[in-house]
């Protein structure tokens, strides 16, 4: 089983790009497990107990129903705030292959940088990491 751990903010745009990206690669699909993750921030930290999970995030929503729609097996957890830490500690707990962000946009300039999350997942972590555009 290769497993990706595919961390999602609440872009849906962005969680499709990374769904589509784990559908797009030469591996049988059967054979891939996708482990959404999502940080609770804002109003989600603050709804009550039961209604937080990453799972009733739209984009993790969107993204998940694409992968399985794909043929691609699907959990979803949740990540421990700060984001980086979180995601590294997931890239253990989970023991993933790979790790697919999902990338802004950003200026001219700022594409020579990634952003802090990101960036500090990619430096981080023992196993590939992929940006999605």
């Given amino acids: 089983m290769y497993r990706l751990l595919i961390p999602i903010d609440d872009d849906e745009d962005r969680a499709l790009r990374q769904a589509r990206f784990v559908t797009d690669q030469p591996y049988d699909l059967s054979e891939a497990e996708a482990v959404l993750t999502h940080v609770m921030h804002g109003r989600e930290k603050d709804a009550p107990k039961s209604m ?8 993790v929503k969107r993204a998940r129903e694409y992968l399985e729609d794909h043929g691609v097996e699907v959990t979803t957890v949740e990540a421990s705030a700060p984001p980086e830490d979180g995601i590294i500690e997931l890239v253990d707990e989970v023991d993933a292959d790979h790790v697919v962000m999902g990338g802004r946009k950003r200026s001219p300039a700022g594409k020579a940088v990634f952003g802090s999350v990101t960036q500090t997942v990619i430096l981080k972590s023992d196993v590939p990491v992929t940006v999605t555009g």
């Fill in 52 to 59: 937080q999970h990453p799972g009733r995030v739209a984009s």
